[in-house]
């Protein structure tokens, strides 16, 4: 497998282009237009929340009811949840002109929307948008690149990144975006991301591969505990690497989900070290569990927990509370028997044996806390299961970010 | 029902006492004594954290196998907790000592602890203080005053209230004090409670109302959504008021559940309004729900969101947020059907109808959203059942107070 500093354009035959349409202030780029040269089978993960943006139930509608998909439009600034049948309306429209621009059908065009909730999104400004990006289509780097800052909203960094693995004697690449940053828990997937692959590969076993991959990958990320009405995954897969087609759950098709693990890994780590506000990449591994339900639910108590947040952000040591989170979890573990750990590129510590302080430095703990990546260790000593979770931790930003969002 | 400006000395036969004992850094006080003259019944409800601190050990022994209490121990600075088997003895030598300077059985010593998780206490100044605070023991306002100073952490102010209610011809006081800032997010019952009452009641119909109130009260509480490992409320009943003994489910009984449910309403919005780093006491009632778990379920995601707390502290009606919340609590209801409303001093003001924003005023609402209490009002409008919830906002001081507790 090969990583590479690429995005969604790395795959052949796809296409992207970002810009600026004014539906955010200040000229910075809010619409992203992405598209296959061919038709894709398509496969997606959408918001557990019952609340269900416009353009979520729309895509739902794609991904599970039409054959092909073959473009994604994109926007920042507006959601478009909470917007009643217009809302809905708005996306039909939205594919319309696509369609038309870019002589596909309707129903393969998908549509995504993030940003401030309950606002209708300007359809004459994401019509300009599609008008004006459509030639600006490239495979370039610079063109995926530039997609990838126009879905951005409050994140600091664009989030891409491509790798190529061989199969079937061919190189099958996976390149993919994504943004995410605020009301991050992701109960299906993150907020938005966007996966193109090359590989060829039947639409059941291209449902099957993402959704494998999305639960240990995006559903183990929490910035702030808060499941978006938008969120959004979605793979486009176009055939063209020419691999024999995956069809069932063979070596291949194993090959194939590695890779799509490596690429959704790496987009949930830089979720979860961009979340609003966040100074730190914290990361929680819970060992020994008896099984993976058990330690999937600790681990995302800890990663969740305000007071552990905001004690990661002040690099204390606070294991009392990481303790804590875990007997509050709902999980079923025996409380005196946890050994913790604290790890990263400073070193490792461990700080609790039996649900007990052993005489660790605090010195060497703070040196340790200190780091911009930082993973919190617990074996529970009780079986073989584990699981692992990212988040990031809870800070002056964050509060100052969302308590004047809109504005 | 009668509100008075009292605490647990204002019930007939109870004595407290608060004072420093160098727990705390800084001459602080930080140790309580609570007493009552005669032997009370007592009921109990306790934190539902696997990870419990010895002193609720050694507090549920006392509520559900012994048949009397006379006294509560309670420190502040150390809350006893993951200290193993040596913090369970501290609280049966903590009981030991105050059973012998006051004369009473060991088994009828509650003990209490609250502040940093993982240290031992130090059971040297524990034992100073029992003797230290055993001859002040007073029933008069300022000793209860005094204790409720020395159960805080960081309350910024102490929490203290009692009521009185004509039961059987008598006048049946109850009074209490509480403390809860930070890691309140109760499953069982706040952080600390003590409630002490004159009135005659069964040991059975103790617990009994005591477990009703509690779930609509305290259990209705989050700050932070952190579940602690010491949460306990206590009600000492030592029947000194001479009404006729309350035995079962008649009017008599009926009417003391009103007034401890007064008692503790408003404790809990006291809690809720003091919570770390708080400006606002926030409320979330919804109103029109199909049974009484959809809208407990409902209530507790709009108060427990981080998202939703920043932007109380912004006065910033983004209401998207609050749909949101209830969208991914797992209850059911009606995407479509929801009306929501914004309340202070300030006024009323509808702001979404059938879950889509109606024409208000932004000025209207941010004036609402600027008083120290504000409420949000969700009628689901698909049934008769409703539910009310306490939290704060989420400011810049939660972070810092949580960043840098323990130094």
């Known amino acids: 497998?090969?990583?590479?500093?690429?995005?969604?354009?790395?795959?052949?035959?796809?296409?992207?282009?970002?810009?600026?349409?004014?539906?955010?202030?200040?000229?910075?780029?809010?619409?992203?237009?992405?598209?296959?040269?061919?038709?894709?089978?398509?496969?997606?993960?959408?918001?557990?929340?019952?609340?269900?943006?416009?353009?979520?139930?729309?895509?739902?509608?794609?991904?599970?009811?039409?054959?092909?998909?073959?473009?994604?439009?994109?926007?920042?600034?507006?959601?478009?949840?909470?917007?009643?049948?217009?809302?809905?309306?708005?996306?039909?429209?939205?594919?319309?002109?696509?369609?038309?621009?870019?002589?596909?059908?309707?129903?393969?065009?998908?549509?995504?929307?993030?940003g401030v909730i309950g606002q209708q999104i300007p359809i004459d400004k994401i019509i300009e948008g599609i008008r004006m990006l459509a030639p600006l289509l490239s495979n370039s780097r610079e063109a995926g690149s530039s997609a990838a800052q126009a879905i951005m909203t409050t994140d600091t960094r664009q989030?891409?990144?491509?790798?190529?693995?061989?199969?079937?004697?061919?190189?099958?690449?996976?390149?993919?975006?994504?943004?995410?940053?605020?009301?991050?828990?992701?109960?299906?997937?993150?907020?938005?991301?966007?996966?193109?692959?090359?590989?060829?590969?039947?639409?059941?076993m291209l449902q099957e591969a993402l959704s494998e991959v999305v639960k240990d990958t995006y559903n183990m990320v929490s910035v702030d505990g808060d499941t978006s009405t938008n969120d959004t995954v979605l793979l486009l897969a176009n055939g063209l690497a020419g691999n024999p087609m995956i069809t069932k759950k063979d070596r291949d098709y194993q090959k194939f989900v590695d890779a799509l693990y490596e690429v959704n890994t790496i987009l949930a780590k830089k979720i979860a070290g961009d979340g609003e506000?966040?100074?730190?990449?914290?990361?929680?591994?819970?060992?020994?569990?008896?099984?993976?339900?058990?330690?999937?639910?600790?681990?995302?108590?800890?990663?969740?927990?305000?007071?552990?947040?905001?004690?990661?952000?002040?690099?204390?040591?606070?294991?009392g509370r990481i303790l804590c989170a875990m007997g509050y979890s709902g999980a079923k573990f025996d409380p005196e028997k946890v050994d913790l750990y604290l790890e990263s590129s400073a070193g490792r510590l461990q700080i609790i044996k039996n649900s007990v302080a052993i005489d660790y430095s605090e010195e060497e703990a703070t040196a340790i806390l200190s780091e911009p990546e930082v993973k919190v260790l617990a074996d529970l000593k009780q079986g073989k299961a584990e699981a692992t979770a990212w988040g990031c931790d809870l800070t002056y930003d964050y509060v100052k970010i969302n308590a004047a969002y809109r504005s």
Request: glycine share 10%; with cysteine; aromatic share 6%.
């Open 1 to 114: 497998m090969k990583k590479m500093d690429s995005g969604v354009t790395a795959a052949i035959g796809f296409q992207a282009a970002g810009g600026s349409v004014g539906i955010k202030q200040g000229n910075v780029k809010d619409m992203a237009l992405l598209y296959s040269i061919v038709p894709c089978v398509v496969a997606g993960t959408f918001t557990s929340n019952i609340i269900k943006a416009a353009p979520v139930k729309w895509d739902q509608h794609i991904v599970y009811d039409c054959e092909a998909a073959q473009s994604v439009v994109c926007n920042s600034g507006v959601a478009n949840a909470c917007t009643g049948e217009e809302g809905y309306r708005c996306c039909m429209e939205t594919a319309k002109i696509a369609a038309e621009v870019l002589k596909i059908p309707e129903d393969s065009v998908l549509v995504a929307s993030t």
């Open 159 to 204: 989030k891409e990144i491509a790798v190529s693995v061989e199969i079937g004697g061919k190189i099958v690449t996976i390149g993919a975006m994504c943004k995410g940053s605020g009301m991050i828990y992701p109960n299906m997937c993150t907020m938005l991301s966007f996966l193109t692959t090359d590989g060829d590969i039947s639409k059941a």
């Open 277 to 319: 506000g966040a100074t730190t990449l914290f990361e929680v591994k819970i060992i020994g569990a008896q099984d993976r339900e058990q330690a999937v639910v600790l681990a995302k108590s800890v990663i969740t927990s305000n007071l552990i947040k905001t004690a990661i952000f002040g690099h204390d040591a606070n294991w």
